[in-house]
């Protein structure tokens, strides 16, 4: 097996970017959903799951963060409107894009529904698609990490409480991902798929598995996977 893509979220629920190489600490790759819009109201993140047109945006970093700093990212709408994170107006005009009083801010820790990690084999992609045809897209699952595995199945379901080596790095595979309506709804390049959802259920409802890494370094596409 070997790292096949790696992703980055730059901003909670806005589409990803995909990395060639990343730094991967404790705290999961650096920069990832760094930025969230904040509810003025409830003082939450807001996201897709409740917030559906937020997966239609697109984020990108300005430059690369590091440890210790988080850059600004461009967020850019459907409708090709672009803004910075650092931008004064960018909380009004996506207030009213989402219909919701929202700022937009460094998150006040990281976001994540459970590790830092989030992985996927593409075998487990490859299953699903065989058996109900529907479009399993890697990108309505949101992983940092997909993993080319030969075959099909579920390969990644048995890692679970055990170990995994990737490239240089050891992570600590700790539950299965439970899938939410998110994994149905339009991306960018994607039309809405909700057979996806009740196929993922009626195969136990996880896809993926949340990990984190011990130590850290830099993982990069084609490491090597055991």
Not at 69 to 79: F, I, Q, R, W, Y
Not at 171 to 191: E, I, S, W, Y
Not at 200 to 208: D, Q, Y
Request: charged letters at 25%; aromatic letters at 6%; one cysteine or more.
């Amino acid at each position: 097996m070997t790292v096949a893509e790696l992703w980055r979220y730059p901003v909670k629920s806005m589409e990803g970017r995909r990395l060639q190489a990343a730094l991967v600490t404790p705290a999961g790759i650096t920069g990832d959903r760094a930025w969230a819009l904040m509810d003025r109201g409830t003082g939450k993140p807001l996201s897709g799951k409740r917030h559906a047109k937020l997966m239609l945006c697109t984020a990108r970093f300005i430059d690369e963060p590091t440890e210790t700093s988080v850059p600004p990212a461009e967020m850019t709408l459907p409708d090709g409107t672009s803004l910075r994170t650092d931008d004064a107006k960018a909380g009004a005009v996506l207030s009213s894009f989402l219909n919701v009083d929202c700022a937009v801010a460094l998150s006040p820790g990281k976001h994540f529904d459970d590790r830092p990690l989030h992985i996927i084999t593409d075998a487990t992609l490859r299953s699903f698609h065989e058996r109900t045809t529907l479009d399993f897209d890697v990108r309505r699952f949101r992983p940092n990490i997909l993993v080319a595995a030969p075959g099909n199945g579920f390969p990644e379901l048995a890692w679970v409480g055990r170990r995994v080596r990737l490239g240089a790095l050891e992570l600590d595979v700790a539950k299965t991902t439970k899938r939410c309506v998110m994994t149905t709804l339009p991306q960018p390049g994607l039309k809405e798929e909700r057979g996806v959802l009740p196929a993922v259920v009626k195969e136990g409802g996880a896809l993926g598995v949340y990990g984190a890494v011990l130590g850290a370094g830099v993982l990069r596409v084609g490491d090597p996977v055991a």
